[in-house]
């Protein structure tokens, strides 16, 4: 199956500062998709985007399909945004497999 | 709308036990998914239902655990006897379908999430 790898494992900034996460895949994907998992647990999804680049709010997220990566922009952080962030990915009409994911952690 | 309903948030058994956790997906979600989380990594698929089929169940072990998804809308996860090494948030999950190629932003691909099940097995 695909391979899924996330980068950093581990971030921690203070308030206001901007992150990029990284997210490396084995295969060709169609279908790619980013998301927050809150303190209390609950995955919410950010985007749906297995190419090009789209934007909502504060965050922004871009993927290069030929080349395998995607990339999740956090700006301004803010201190609920902190959370683990996880990439999943999926070709053909297989299920989303996800990676371990970024925890981040934002300081005031 | 309401969001994917999940139930129970927690529970908590002896080893060797029965447990059944419930899912309501939301209304109009033909794709259901029963994923596993372990602490500290990304949720792992267990099955995966079209309607009422079964699409998806390699990552299922079938020895001790079910599912079933009546009628294409509710779905039950069921493990029997429980282990100890079963302790784990079962997340449901569900899409309004499987699009191969999805040309405009109809969301059908996109994965909504339940609060999930929190077992722990003593």
């Known amino acids: 199956g695909i391979q899924v790898e996330q980068s950093p494992p581990d971030l921690i900034l203070q308030e206001g500062a901007n992150s990029t996460l990284r997210c490396n895949f084995s295969d060709s994907v169609n279908n790619l998709q980013w998301f927050h998992q809150n303190p209390w647990g609950q995955l919410i999804n950010l985007f749906y985007i297995p190419s090009g680049t789209k934007q909502n709010g504060r965050l922004s997220a871009t993927t290069v399909a030929t080349e395998r990566y995607s990339l999740l922009y956090i700006s301004s952080s803010q201190t609920t945004d902190s959370g683990v962030y996880f990439c999943a990915v999926a070709s053909g009409y297989s299920t989303l497999t996800f990676g371990k994911g970024t925890m981040l952690l934002v300081s005031p | 709308e309401a969001g994917v309903v999940q139930s129970p948030r927690y529970k908590i058994i002896e080893k060797k036990q029965p447990v059944a956790f419930w899912c309501n997906p939301i209304?109009?979600?033909?794709?259901l998914y029963w994923y596993r989380q372990n602490l500290g990594q990304g949720p792992e698929l267990l099955i995966r239902y079209e309607n009422e089929e079964a699409v998806d169940d390699s990552q299922l072990p079938k020895d001790r655990f079910s599912a079933e998804r009546l009628k294409g809308v509710d779905s039950t996860l069921k493990i029997q006897p429980a282990e100890l090494g079963d302790s784990a948030v079962y997340l449901c999950a569900s899409s309004r379908e499987l699009v191969l190629f999805e040309k405009s932003d109809s969301g059908a691909n996109v994965l909504t999430f339940g609060a999930g099940s929190r077992l722990t097995v003593l």
């Open positions: 209304s109009g979600h033909n794709t």
